[in-house]
């Protein structure tokens, strides 16, 4: 997470995820990213894998952001395996009580 002058931006690692394993949502100012990263199965019946260093399972995140959010501009790309969100700052106004964010492929 890093805070720009005119917005925060927040970055993860998503490799081998497809956008519709992610969900992006704001909640009473706690942003919530959950994804499911699935075991893919083989192919081929009679091969096995001996080693695996990739990780699957379920992963949630959560952070508090600040009221100065204008949530209705929060964008949200995926590429190369990253999710990037851009928060944009705002003065003078309350967030709205929950919404889904979409995440487009870029």
Sequence with gaps: IRELKDAFEITLE?????????????NNNILEIKGNKKLQKL?????????SERVYGEFERRFKVPEMIQE????????DGV???VLPKKQDH???SKRRIEIKAS
């Design 72 to 79: 209705q501009d929060i964008d949200a790309t995926m590429k």
């Design 94 to 96: 309350k967030m709205e």
């Design 14 to 26: 998503v490799a081998g995820l497809r956008l519709e394993d992610i969900e992006v949502t704001l």
């Design 83 to 85: 999710l990037s969100l």
């Design 43 to 51: 192919d081929d019946q009679d091969s096995k894998i001996h080693r």
